[in-house]
């Protein structure tokens, strides 16, 4: 693994991720995607918050053609549900993560984007799903989580036809959650994850695990499960700092 692929910096409970092959507009190549897998599968200790960005004015422009691989059926099956178990470690994690997306965000890119919590898109940015302009169908999770965000009609339009969107598109339709002017998503991000990073650790972990799950699952389960996360939240240490802090209004301090 090339030691500089995906470099950490860690700024207190903030850990900023940043995909490093500017040669490639920081496509993904299996070396890339185990830098990632084994930072949200070991998160350094006192870290609460990730930020993940790219560098030289892309984000993350998806597969790496050129280091593309022949494989069989089920050698790309498995690639694929390789790709699944990364981008499921990076949602589910525990972390919360914001992403300072500009440039490509495309195809695996996207998926990528997609697994994240909070995410921002600079000017430059363009959402694109062009695997049917390459004979391809997308493998590492959009037909789930972009899916969702898009509802199964848009998405298949933009397979269909290799329709870009940008930031503003972007924050209509979802793929983003905010949109900033240019050089100016990393600074939202940092903000953003300082927030994050003040919330009690244990209600940021139910909201990233329940509220994804509780989409899957009917309303009567839906709700239930929400009883659940309350009851586990309502009774911590951290909710009772919570509401001494408002009573006394002051800021709270979590564990």
């Known amino acids: 693994m090339t030691p500089d692929i995906l470099t950490i910096d860690v700024q207190g409970p903030i850990a900023v991720l940043t995909m490093n092959r500017p040669d490639k507009r920081n496509a ?10 084994g930072f949200f599968s070991h998160p350094p200790v006192g870290v609460k918050v990730a930020v993940l960005t790219g560098t030289a004015g892309h984000y993350c422009s998806g597969l790496d053609l050129a280091e593309h691989v022949a494989r069989d059926a089920e050698g790309t099956m498995r690639h694929s549900r390789n790709w699944h178990g990364v981008m ?3 949602q589910f994690s525990g972390l919360p993560v914001v992403s300072a997306m500009f440039g490509a965000v495309i195809g695996g890119g996207l998926e990528l984007a997609t697994s994240t919590h909070v995410r921002i898109a600079e000017p430059s940015t363009i959402f694109q799903l062009p695997e049917g302009r390459r004979g391809i169908y997308v493998g590492g999770g959009a037909s789930v989580r972009v899916g969702r965000i898009l509802g ?17 598109d972007g924050l209509r339709l979802g793929l983003c959650h905010y949109t900033v002017g240019e050089g100016e ?15 009690a650790g244990l209600s940021n972990y139910v909201m990233i695990h329940a509220l994804a799950r509780i989409e899957d699952m009917s309303k009567a389960d839906g709700l239930f499960t929400e009883s659940l996360c309350a009851a586990l939240t309502q009774t911590s240490p951290d909710a009772q700092e919570g509401l001494r802090a408002f009573l006394d209004k002051r800021a709270p301090t979590f564990r």
């Not at 993904?28 to 897998?37: F, K, R, V």
């Not at 199964?152 to 503003?168: C, F, I, W």
């Open 152 to 168: 199964a009609d848009r998405m298949t339009e933009m397979m269909l036809t290799g329709r870009k969107y940008d930031a503003h």
């Open 28 to 37: 993904m190549n299996d070396a890339l995607l185990a830098a990632l897998d």
């Open 185 to 199: 998503a990393l600074a939202l991000a940092m903000d953003l994850a300082g927030k994050i990073a003040s919330n």
């Open 88 to 90: 499921e470690r990076i």
